[in-house]
């Protein structure tokens, strides 16, 4: 049965995308393959995608600017100690390549819509890997919402080898809110039963969607008379891949699989749904058709 993803005030928001950066991965991460992760990554991968963009989403709620991600951090192609060196360091340069210019930072480009970072009422994180947490620095008066799963695993030993660079995570001066699901209770998001009602109006629901990392997060915004958008982080990087239930090449493979089939059900229970990656290149114009 097809129903309507409405919030349950009339709420007017504006959604605007925008890129910060680009990056270039191999192949095999936007999947699908069959072979393991660190086989593709260390020995078999030879080529790169040509370059997909660092999506980050600026929604203009009543009660201020929400961003879903903060994009790349322009130091990760300037500052030649961001990543880390040796072993580690290798396996960050097999991962991906990036490109960023001074125009296409966090704070640049939140100017040409007509705000300054200090606007930034909240920031949630989809994860916390580093091209979604480049602008982290730049926002100490925001909240900045991440999943309480996917904190306490960036705290484990060994973190940057597990693709959490803690030394730009854990920033001085930021006010963390770690988010636990709870029961939502709304019949029209299932097979979703759990998540974060941002501000208690049905507009901007935090769902979990993990895979990706343990923590991933997504965020569902809902309009009155405008189709419903779901913003997946790194669920996956093609939207149409992720329509014919196929995962990426990066993640847990078995909750990957169960996390896009609760999607594609929420799909067909809502077929005007939008999803966006943070990585897909058709997610803007995907966005622009959505109104």
């Given at each position: 049965m097809t129903r309507h993803l409405m919030p349950r005030n009339v709420i007017r928001m504006k959604v605007s995308v925008i890129s910060t950066?680009?990056?270039?991965?191999?192949?095999?991460?936007?999947?699908?393959t069959r072979q393991p992760t660190y086989l593709w990554l260390m020995v078999t991968a030879r080529s790169w995608t040509p370059p997909r963009p660092i999506n980050a989403y600026v929604i203009e709620h009543p009660e201020g600017v929400v961003l879903f991600d903060t994009g790349q951090d322009i130091a990760s192609v300037t500052d030649p100690a961001?990543?880390?060196?040796?072993?580690?360091?290798?396996?960050?340069?097999?991962?991906?390549?990036?490109?960023?210019t001074p125009a296409q930072t966090l704070a640049a480009s939140l100017r040409r819509l007509g705000?300054?970072?200090?606007?930034?009422?909240?920031?949630?994180?989809?994860?916390?890997?580093?091209?979604?947490?480049?602008?982290?620095?730049e926002l100490t008066r925001s909240r900045i919402l991440v999943g309480a799963t996917e904190w306490d695993d960036m705290r484990k030993p060994f973190p940057a080898q597990r693709g959490f660079l803690r030394t730009h995570i854990d920033v001085p001066g930021l006010r963390w809110e770690r988010v636990t699901p709870e029961a939502l209770g709304d019949a029209d998001l299932g097979p979703f039963t759990t998540g974060h009602d941002l501000f208690g109006d049905g507009a901007l629901t935090v769902l979990p969607t993990p895979g990706h990392t343990a923590g991933s997060?997504?965020?569902?915004?809902?309009?009155?008379?405008?189709?419903?958008?779901?913003?997946?982080?790194d669920l996956t990087y093609d939207a149409d891949l992720l329509a014919a239930g196929e995962i990426p090449g990066v993640g847990a493979r078995k909750t990957m699989r169960r996390?896009?089939?609760?999607?594609?059900?929420?799909?067909r229970s809502h077929p005007d749904l939008v999803v966006l990656p943070a990585h897909d290149p058709g997610a803007a114009d995907r966005l622009v058709a959505a109104g």
């Open positions: 950066g680009s990056v270039q991965i191999r192949p095999e991460h936007v999947g699908p961001y990543f880390p060196g040796g072993p580690t360091g290798h396996l960050y340069d097999r991962l991906a390549k990036f490109d960023i705000h300054e970072p200090g606007d930034v009422h909240t920031a949630i994180l989809s994860h916390l890997h580093q091209d979604h947490i480049g602008g982290l620095r997060q997504s965020l569902l915004v809902r309009r009155p008379g405008q189709a419903p958008l779901l913003m997946v982080g996390t896009v089939a609760m999607v594609n059900e929420l799909r």
